[in-house]
């Protein structure tokens, strides 16, 4: 097979994790004989910095023109003091909203040798935890429109849904429930929201076309107690742009780091934008010391939902699996007293698994 793939790896330790994801890519394609084209672009402050815009038009149309996206992670202190039109993750909100991403997977499911990384108590977790979210990408408080008045001291974000939109996400997380374990938990602030109450009700409407799958409905503050109280009680979580973007981040404390979380963002025809869910961690950026994992989980997501392929992303996932096995753990991992391995040592050893 022969794909083309836009490698856009950002700031902070993006450089750095993708090399890891690359080294995947290189094994499997050793390995299983494919051809996959690199296509290497800058995004992020670090393209603010070389052509004053962070979503160069050149970057946005190779990864327009490609069969897949890889994308590190973007932003840093450096760029924090720009305007938010100019920001770094405004390049990240321009590849989701122009590439029509709306539809974000986060799995996170915690690896059995992980366990004791969770701050979650072992009964708390059980042996299999695994569960969903399914964001909505391309809508609501992210993309209403961002105002300041003159004065400076007034602001406001506004916070919209069309029926369509909701439609459409939730059709993607009632498939994907149905090819798990047929159950979804609508996440939403529907006593106070009227985007809330409009998305419930699409909701409702749209799960009669799935009556096999089971559907529930949380407040979203409920929701962020259910998560730690009893996570196993979920499988497909299925929410908007910010409450998905906050839920994410705290489902990924289950499993013990957000160094293990990876994404994908996909439109409706299988087109995908693959990234870990963590960010740039400027805090140790340079220092060979970030999880690759993420990032490798990410390019397993890759092959197997927009290049069909099950065998090798099975292949990525039982040598993340074996790594985590054999004992090596990056310091976010690491147990207490242990030396942890470095980015670079654990992409390795990872893509020796594969060969
Ligand atoms: C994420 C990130 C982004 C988001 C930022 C970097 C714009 O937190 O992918 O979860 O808020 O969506
Ligand atoms: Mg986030």
Partial sequence: MNRKITIVAGDGIGPEIMDEAIKT?????????????????????????RFGDCLPEATLESCKNADAVL???????????????KRPEQALLGLRSNLGLFCNLRPAKVWGPLKDASPLRPEIIGDDLDLL?????????????????????????V????????????????????????????????????????????????????????????????????????????????????????????ASQITGSIGMLPSASLRSDGFGMYEPI????????????????????????????????????DAVERAVAETLESGIRTADIARPGEIPATTAEMGSAVAARIA
């Avoid at 299983?32 to 670090?46: A, E, I, N, S, Y």
């Avoid at 964001?135 to 007034?154: A, D, K, M, P, S």
């Fill in 25 to 49: 890519l290189q094994a499997v394609s050793d390995r299983f004989g494919h051809q996959f084209q690199l296509d290497q672009r800058p995004v992020g402050g670090t393209a603010y910095d």
């Fill in 71 to 85: 994308l590190g992670a973007v932003g840093g202190p450096k760029w924090d003091s720009l305007p938010g039109t």
């Fill in 133 to 157: 979210v399914v964001r909505e990408l391309t809508g609501g408080i992210y993309f209403g429109g961002h105002r300041r008045n003159v004065e400076g001291n007034l602001a406001e974000d």
């Fill in 159 to 250: 916070m919209a849904y069309s029926a369509a939109e909701v439609e459409r996400i939730a059709r993607m997380a009632f498939e994907l429930a149905q090819k798990r374990r047929r159950h979804v938990t609508s996440i939403d602030k529907a006593n106070i929201l009227e985007v809330s109450r409009l998305w419930r009700e699409t909701v409702i409407r749209i799960a009669t076309e799935y009556p096999d799958v089971k559907l529930d409905h949380l407040y979203v503050d409920n929701a962020a107690m259910q998560l730690v109280r009893n996570p196993k009680q979920f499988d497909v979580i299925l929410t908007g742009n910010m409450f998905g973007d906050i839920l994410s981040d705290e």
């Fill in 278 to 313: 963590h960010g740039s961690a400027p805090d140790i950026a340079g220092k060979g010391i970030a999880n690759p994992l993420a990032t490798i989980l990410s390019v397993a997501m890759m092959l197997r939902m927009s290049f069909g392929l099950v065998q090798e992303a």
